[in-house]
């Protein structure tokens, strides 16, 4: 692709890009496996010594296309696929950590995420310390050990929507020489891109904004190539030192810039198995192809839904990055000068009786577990996705008892404004 072109055109013709008698749109290579020749050539794709596919678990035409182009958007070097953002996220980590670790982490994070990263992980050997992104950096310091392999934060938080001082926390792991990672789903690559500020690593839930529609779940990982692993050798042993499970290969000497998601799809895929599904990744092309012009309507609808919440005397407090009087509206405008995204989050006067009144009485404004697609949901996080949560974990993540997770699609803003205002009504 023509490196100049803008975001826009990238959305939709980054990625596949076909040849004389080929499809214009990305086919769907729906096949578990490749034929070839003969047993040499085979051999060596399972040595790594040729590019290629041959069982989809590992790779696919279909995805590789797709993650080509969030690797575009995102400005990296190379990018892979996963089953769903979880999987993205514990790849991303995994891949540089074993038992024994240790990874830094903002306390302002999805509640799936909490538990993966405070619970199933620490059961893996791998020990994790949540910080307050709005600590100093000194304070934020403390929390590294030797055995610390990875700084991990939300761009924009959910459903907290803390935004995260994306160069604050790139000093930090600098300073501490490991990786920024960064999960970059609510503002997507169309308003926030990561890598300009010293993030090193994006990952994303593809199956909110990306997909945009609720059909598919997915994840992906993209490498920025700025970090750099051979610095730290002894740090990061499965990058710099050889993998006896390919002959003794060492990521960083044969595979350079390309060596994190390299190992992260010929070891962790293919010992893991999250895979995408060609089909999935096909749905998700085609939601990626709108990206650019649904988040412009998202941000618009949700600043008039905040602005409007914001002036109702049944709502008691409001957050939305757009709102000029809003705690983080300055680091917003600084990285998300064109939009956050469509998520605002409130409270209601009363008690959780109210709240409940409320959303059941919403007509065009479903209750779902699900965030950022292009219909209109909301819900509860302390009863929904963040139950799991005891209270002291809810306020470290940023979330009130009193907390609703607006998520506003793209419907005509006046129709979303009307039903909000008479279910407060009632």
């Known amino acids: 692709?023509?490196?100049?072109?803008?975001?826009?055109?990238?959305?939709?013709?980054?990625?596949?890009?076909?040849?004389?008698?080929?499809?214009?749109?990305?086919?769907?290579?729906?096949?578990?496996?490749?034929?070839?020749?003969?047993?040499?050539?085979?051999?060596?794709?399972?040595?790594?010594?040729?590019?290629?596919?041959?069982?989809t678990r590992l790779q696919n035409p279909t995805n590789d296309a797709v993650a080509e182009k969030i690797t575009e958007l995102e400005g990296g070097v190379a990018g892979m696929l996963t089953s769903s953002g979880q999987a993205a996220n514990y790849y991303a980590v995994f891949n540089i950590c074993e038992a024994g670790d240790h990874f830094v982490c903002s306390s302002t994070l999805y509640g799936g995420t909490f538990n993966l990263f405070g619970v199933t992980m620490k059961k893996m050997g791998i020990d994790c310390t949540f910080?307050?992104?709005?600590?100093?950096?000194?304070?934020i310091g403390k929390a590294f050990r030797p055995n610390t392999k990875a700084l991990f934060a939300e761009t924009l938080a959910n459903p907290s929507l803390v935004v995260i001082d994306i160069e604050k926390?790139?000093?930090?792991?600098?300073?501490?020489?490991?990786?920024?990672?960064?999960?970059?789903?609510?503002?997507?690559?169309?308003?926030?891109?990561?890598?300009?500020?010293?993030?090193?690593?994006?990952?994303?839930?593809?199956?909110?904004?990306?997909?945009?529609?609720?059909?598919?779940?997915?994840?992906?990982?993209?490498?920025?190539?700025?970090?750099?692993?051979?610095?730290?050798?002894?740090?990061?042993?499965?990058?710099?030192?050889?993998?006896?499970?390919?002959?003794?290969?060492?990521?960083?000497?044969?595979?350079?810039?390309?060596?994190?998601?390299?190992?992260?799809?010929?070891?962790m895929m293919r010992d893991l198995g999250s895979s995408q599904s060609p089909q999935n990744a096909f749905f998700l092309n085609v939601g990626?192809?709108?990206?650019?012009?649904?988040?412009?309507?998202?941000?618009?609808?949700?600043?008039?839904?905040?602005?409007?919440?914001?002036?109702?005397?049944?709502?008691?407090?409001?957050?939305?990055?757009?709102?000029?009087?809003?705690?983080?509206?300055?680091?917003?405008?600084?990285?998300?000068?064109?939009?956050?995204?469509?998520?605002?989050?409130f409270g209601l006067k009363g008690g959780r009786e109210d709240f409940i009144a409320f959303m059941d009485k919403l007509k065009l404004t479903a209750i779902v577990t699900h965030v950022a697609d292009a219909r209109t949901c909301l819900l509860h996080p302390a009863s929904h996705t963040h139950r799991q949560l005891n209270e002291t974990q809810l306020k470290e993540a940023g979330v009130e008892p009193d907390l609703i997770r607006l998520s506003v699609g793209i419907e005509h803003a006046d129709d979303i404004l009307e039903d909000l205002s008479q279910a407060l009504e009632q």
């Open 1 to 55: 692709m023509n490196q100049n072109y803008r975001k826009d055109t990238v959305c939709i013709q980054s990625g596949w890009q076909p040849t004389k008698g080929e499809p214009r749109v990305l086919p769907i290579y729906q096949s578990t496996t490749f034929k070839y020749d003969n047993c040499d050539q085979m051999g060596r794709l399972f040595d790594l010594e040729d590019s290629g596919y041959f069982y």
């Open 131 to 139: 910080v307050d992104p709005g600590a100093s950096e000194e304070e």
């Open 169 to 267: 926390f790139a000093r930090i792991a600098h300073s501490h020489g490991v990786p920024l990672i960064m999960d970059n789903t609510f503002p997507t690559p169309i308003n926030c891109r990561p890598f300009e500020w010293g993030a090193d690593i994006v990952v994303h839930s593809t199956t909110k904004y990306m997909d945009g529609h609720a059909m598919c779940v997915g994840g992906c990982i993209v490498d920025s190539g700025n970090f750099d692993w051979s610095k730290y050798p002894e740090r990061f042993p499965g990058l710099t030192t050889p993998d006896e499970s390919y002959h003794g290969i060492v990521y960083t000497e044969k595979f350079g810039k390309g060596a994190y998601i390299t190992k992260a799809t010929v070891q």
């Open 288 to 345: 990626l192809e709108t990206l650019h012009l649904r988040m412009a309507r998202h941000c618009e609808n949700a600043q008039k839904v905040a602005e409007f919440l914001q002036e109702h005397p049944r709502v008691s407090w409001v957050r939305y990055p757009g709102l000029s009087g809003d705690k983080y509206h300055a680091l917003a405008e600084k990285y998300m000068p064109n939009g956050s995204c469509g998520v605002v989050a």
